[in-house]
């Protein structure tokens, strides 16, 4: 088997995309592209940038597109996705959840050497210390910017007070520079009813901006206020705090984001660009046939999967262990045969795209390249 896996033999192939090998992680790239153009679109001529998160998608080959189409950077989640980022050529990134270790600090300001732009999250004073104490035997100093929780609190310091603080703090280190604040808010992102999701959120951008006020009377003008993401795209910039937003599930959309309604009472401009593709293995029963699909090809944290092309119409997909799905077909519907192909959206796309090494890039019926997905595994 190849570095591309079992299906780069079909690239280029009519009708290819109907032979994959499966159960394969498939992107249509008309859908992708026109989610890409549409969101820079709506960001073009704003004073907000996007900064899309590639813990959605941990592909160097997205985040160079995403970077070609006008954002100001690429967030990640965890260092190996920074690591594996910059070894893509992608050199602009921000790492949004805090790393605490002597270890992964090392690691963090040895990416900070090589990196054209290289920003750490930070959200207490023990870290800054260490960090400032790390730092100082480099010769590049290690940009930040303060988190401020919000919401669950997962991360980030809970008071205005205490984010003041922090940024007293660093300033007074030589080997740190604060670029800015960082509140990520989200509990707010699948709020599936647009006008409470609105009042939240906006209710959350008047603490983000009463932080950022509070930051800057002791430290100076930011750089950067960023959070955000796909379910506030469209509410958070109207209160004129975040210089960029975090987009990340827009490229794919999912199950949980295709529920997250918009002010025109549509799932909004997103295109569902992203499926997995399995095979009908058995039919041995009238009410349901097996697929080769299951709990280690969909993220199992939400909904289950929809099923969009292969089954009838009122076909529902269930798990059947590790390696096999279930299509419960409607009463008196002929079930697909064997060997035959059913694509589903995916639940949850972020934990998805985490199961599979690749991406079998799709046009029509046609297979028409595969992306490796740099990052997969990255967790560290």
């Not at 989640?77 to 600090?105: Q, Y």
């Not at 795209?233 to 918009?262: H, K």
């Not at 009122?314 to 279930?326: N, W």
Request: charge should be negative; charged fraction near 20%; include cysteine.
């Amino acid at each position: 088997m190849t570095a591309l896996g079992p299906n780069e033999h079909l690239i280029g192939v009519s009708g290819s995309r109907a032979r994959l090998a499966t159960p394969a992680l498939v992107l249509d790239l008309d859908r992708f592209e026109h989610n890409l153009g549409t969101m820079a679109a709506h960001f073009a001529g704003r004073p907000e940038g996007i900064r899309p998160h590639a813990k959605t998608h941990k592909c160097a080959e997205i985040a160079r597109r995403q970077m070609a189409a006008g954002a100001v950077g690429i967030c990640v989640a965890k260092l190996g996705e920074a690591a594996a980022m910059i070894r893509g050529g992608v050199s602009r990134i921000l790492i949004t959840s805090p790393i605490v270790t002597v270890d992964k600090l090392e690691r963090v300001l040895a990416l900070n050497d090589v990196a054209e732009e290289l920003i750490l999250v930070v959200d207490n004073s023990e870290t800054i210390d260490l960090l400032a104490s790390l730092a100082a035997a480099r010769a590049k100093p290690m940009q930040v910017v303060i988190d401020l929780g919000v919401g669950r609190n997962r991360t980030g310091i809970p008071t205005i007070a205490g984010a003041a603080a922090l940024a007293e703090q660093i300033t007074a280190r030589p080997s740190l520079v604060l670029r800015g604040l960082q509140c990520y808010a989200g509990h707010l992102q699948h709020i599936e009813d647009c006008a409470t999701r609105e009042e939240e959120a906006l209710e959350t951008m008047k603490r983000i901006g009463d932080a950022r006020d509070a930051i800057e009377a002791v430290a100076g003008p930011l750089d950067i206020v960023t959070g955000g993401g796909t379910g506030t795209y469209d509410i958070d910039p109207e209160a004129g705090v975040f210089t960029d937003l975090q987009v990340g599930s827009f490229i794919f959309m999912d199950v949980q984001y295709n529920a997250v309604m918009r002010r025109d009472g549509t799932p909004g401009p997103f295109e569902t660009s992203l499926f997995v593709q399995s095979t009908v293995i058995c039919a041995n029963i009238a009410e349901a046939v097996t697929t080769d699909a299951g709990f280690k090809a969909f993220a199992t944290d939400g909904p289950m999967p929809e099923i969009t092309d292969g089954a009838p119409e009122g076909s529902t997909y269930d798990f059947m262990g590790d390696e096999h799905g279930r299509i419960v077909l409607p009463a008196g519907a002929n079930g697909p045969p064997i060997g035959s192909v059913v694509s589903c959206v995916t639940p949850h796309c972020d934990p998805n795209v985490n199961l599979h090494d690749l991406y079998h890039c799709v046009r029509g019926d046609r297979l028409v390249d595969i992306w490796r997905i740099d990052a997969r595994g990255q967790t560290w």
